[in-house]
């Protein structure tokens, strides 16, 4: 137990077995559920969770979160640096790791240019390191190169909320409001499976009277907690969406007049929406006419209602129209106003939403700003210590900087931490394949990911437990994470990498490995921005259980709901964007007459990297399966557990059949937790969204085949 952080918290009420608690949060999903951290005294001295009584959780926990300090002390943790000889990585000194990294980003500077270096970040990262990682890049390897793997995740559903309301808060009001709501309507999430204890406000939304519409084409246990679920065709969201907004303005269903006051654009919207009469949204969506009547009846009924959007509606090549088509139909109800109304995205990582915030983005500073914005230059500049006109501009988005690497145009070198690409991104293969085309690959983990096991230099970083930092949550409260316990002697924290790097690389201006000196000099960065964080403190963050963003100065309590009064632009007012729909990237044909859709189980995390080595959950999902309908599994002639291959234009995936009638006869569903032959991304299409970059995860065609035909 860090004796500090122990004192500072005070002795546990768990029970007698329990020593010092220390109040944390999971080091998973974007709920970040409050959890204690209390040593078994009388066992082995090995850490416990805790439950924990915290305002988004209350108490509850997932399997995941219960196991989670279990990766604390796995034999499969990397303890020390491993260094690339001969073609096998071998243990090494932190001193001969550095310099060899040192070393190699300086040759490839040389002979290629300072952009020939690129770094690749994560949304599970604190926001001390989001920040510390974008600083790096663009100050110490004064590169434009540098994305992360929120812009396979947030991307989407940011810039629709970007361009509509200038502010992209993935929930723009605590999570308390959903109680509150006559109806939550929600595309494509699974929250049942990817934050289980969120589900406890779904639960007293329905004991409020409340009902729940769940849009999927798949009965999840989410669908199955709803009033009505949806089944809809994959990637037809935003048709169904124009569909129902078609219904309420035949029905003068909308609010003329909050459409007057606070929004422009609405015309357009109502033009566009006129074609899409109920029957011709049944033939594109397969979603009966008559349920998108029932559904527009409850919201015309609604006083208050939620509309929310997860993955399932966003990783498309239209992923940011399809959330556009929600926020319409969100203004012209006139929903973002009140407490249990409104629009929001519910954020996957762990700080999916500080991920975006603080500069790891190609074109993004902290704050929230724009890279190309001269006075958020001026300012970041000036905070960083150098000339403004050494501030690199924008880079690429994450698949194009990944499909770039080792190219003619692309960078030679990569810098990676807190992602596992080789598993997670679209089209892996072919990612892997660049990623073994460049001269330096670094990766930092915690654990010998797929893409760690492909570095020349890989670098064992602490753990959530061993180091404290701040993550916001799906709400945009700023939360602490406190360290509990020293790691292992030969492990460093993240911002201790960076900064050593700095150190080596002779990078101008001060490169602070301690957390909270980070986070104050984030905090001043942050000033005057969009997610404006400079009266956020250590402190203030414990003392109320968190701080909502924005929170300009020490005296301002934070910002639990946005808009209230106005939207974040020039006039306040919030803009409408018509859309229309349009086919998926890759559409079924002959050949790969099936849809795939891929997506989460409750007891695996990502790309499996750690939720793979935790026992329990390790034996909850062993390995990857194909989730299929019985008349579909009738017609190609496989049997429960049988195994099958999923083969597309890109590759196949392998994995055993799970026959349900949950899911559409046209559509299979593969998990994408497990790599090699059952990783579904060698199969997954990277059509990208023309304005997020969101590869669309979500469908593409295959052809199924026996693996023994
Ligand atoms: N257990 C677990 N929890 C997690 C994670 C994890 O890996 N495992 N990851 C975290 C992260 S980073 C994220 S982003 C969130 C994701 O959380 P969710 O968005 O809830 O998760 P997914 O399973 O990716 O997708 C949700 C649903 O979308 C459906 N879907 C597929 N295609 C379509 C479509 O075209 N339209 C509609 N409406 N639905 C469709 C799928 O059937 C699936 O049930 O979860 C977070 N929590
Ligand atoms: N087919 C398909 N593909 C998908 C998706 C999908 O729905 N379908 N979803 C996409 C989405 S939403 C997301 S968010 C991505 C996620 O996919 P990834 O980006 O691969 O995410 P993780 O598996 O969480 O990878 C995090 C890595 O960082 C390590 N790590 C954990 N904590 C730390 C730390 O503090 N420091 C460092 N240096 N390393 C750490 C972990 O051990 C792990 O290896 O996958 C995307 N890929
Ligand atoms: S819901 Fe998310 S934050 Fe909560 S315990 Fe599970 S993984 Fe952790
Ligand atoms: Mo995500």
């Keep these: ?353 500080g991920g975006r915030e603080h500069g790891q983005k190609a074109d993004q500073l902290p704050g929230y700003r724009s890279i190309t914005d001269p006075a958020a230059r001026e300012h970041i500049a000036s905070i960083w210590g150098i000339p403004v006109d050494d501030l690199p501009g924008p880079g690429r988005s994450a698949f194009e900087l990944l499909d770039s690497l080792g190219t003619e145009s692309g960078p030679r070198a990569l810098l990676l931490a807190g992602s596992n690409p080789v598993v997670s991104a679209p089209d892996s293969t072919r990612i892997t394949a660049r990623l073994q085309a460049l001269d330096l690959l670094v990766v930092s983990d915690v654990v010998l990911s797929e893409t760690a096991a492909l570095a020349d230099v890989v670098l064992p970083v602490t753990q959530w437990a061993e180091e404290t930092g701040t993550m916001t949550n799906l709400e945009g409260r700023v939360l602490l994470r406190n360290k509990a316990i020293d790691p292992p002697a030969e492990v460093r924290s993240d911002l201790q990498v960076i900064s050593e790097l700095a150190r080596r690389l002779e990078a101008p201006g001060s490169w602070s490995a301690d957390p909270a000196t980070v986070f104050d000099e984030l905090a001043r960065a942050s000033a005057g921005g969009i997610s404006d964080y400079a009266g956020i403190s250590y402190s203030k963050i414990t003392a109320q259980d968190g701080v909502f963003w924005p929170c300009p100065d020490a005296e301002h309590p934070g910002t639990a709901r946005l808009f209230a009064e106005r939207f974040h632009t020039a006039d306040g007012m919030a803009r409408f964007f018509a859309v229309e729909h349009r086919a998926v990237a890759e559409d079924i044909d002959e050949e790969y007459p099936i849809y795939l859709t891929t997506g989460r189980v409750l007891q695996q995390y990502q790309s499996g990297a750690q939720t793979r080595r935790i026992a329990a959950l390790a034996q909850a999902q062993p390995e990857s399966f194909v989730e299929l309908h019985p008349d579909l599994a009738e017609r190609l002639d496989v049997s429960e557990g049988e195994l099958i291959m999923v083969r597309s234009r890109r590759g196949v995936a392998q994995g055993l059949a799970r026959i349900t009638d949950s899911i559409r006869p046209d559509t299979v569903f593969m998990p994408f937790h497990f790599a090699d032959a059952g990783a579904a991304n060698r199969v997954t299409n990277p059509a990208l969204d023309p304005i997020s970059k969101m590869p669309e995860f979500k469908v593409c065609a295959v052809v199924l085949e026996k693996a023994d035909a």
């Design 1 to 353: 137990m860090h004796a500090t952080a122990a004192a500072q918290l005070g002795e546990a009420s768990n029970g007698p077995t329990m020593g010092a608690v220390v109040q944390t949060h999971c080091p998973y999903c974007a709920l970040q559920c409050g959890m204690g951290l209390g040593t078994d005294q009388e066992g082995t001295g090995a850490l416990r969770v805790l439950a924990r009584d915290f305002p988004t959780n209350n108490g509850g926990l997932c399997q995941k979160g219960w196991t989670a300090a279990e990766l604390l002390t796995s034999p499969q943790r990397l303890t020390t640096p491993l260094v690339r000889h001969a073609g096998r990585l071998q243990a090494a000194s932190w001193d001969h790791a550095l310099d060899t990294v040192v070393a190699g980003i300086k040759a490839v500077q040389t002979s290629h240019g300072a952009a020939a270096v690129a770094v690749f970040g994560g949304g599970g990262l604190t926001n001390e390191k989001c920040y510390a990682l974008g600083k790096f890049a663009r100050v110490a390897l004064k590169t434009p190169y540098i994305d992360y793997n929120g812009r396979f995740c947030m991307s989407s559903a940011a810039a629709a909320a970007n361009r509509s309301f200038g502010i992209d808060r993935g929930l723009p009001f605590p999570l308390s409001d959903l109680a509150e709501a006559d109806v939550i309507l929600m595309l494509g999430s699974n929250a049942a499976e990817t934050m289980p204890p969120f589900m406890q406000w779904l639960t007293r939304q329905r004991d409020n009277g409340g009902r729940l519409i769940v849009v999927d084409p798949r009965r999840t246990p989410t669908a199955r907690a709803s009033s009505l679920h949806l089944a809809v065709t994959p990637g037809t969201d935003l048709a169904l969406v124009n569909g129902l907004l078609h219904i309420l303005i035949m029905a003068g269903a909308i609010d003329e007049s909050y459409i007057a006051s606070r929004t422009v654009g609405f015309a357009e919207v109502r033009r566009v929406v006129a074609s899409y009469h109920p029957e011709r949204v049944e033939r594109i969506t397969g979603v009966p006419a008559a349920q998108l009547r029932a559904v527009a009846g409850m919201l015309a009924e609604a006083e208050r209602a939620i509309l929310l959007t997860a993955r399932g509606a966003e990783q498309h090549s239209k992923g940011v129209d399809t959330v556009s088509a929600l926020i319409n139909l969100a203004l012209a109800l006139g929903l973002p106003d009140g407490p249990g109304s409104g629009y929001g995205c519910l954020t996957g990582q762990g700080n999916g939403q």
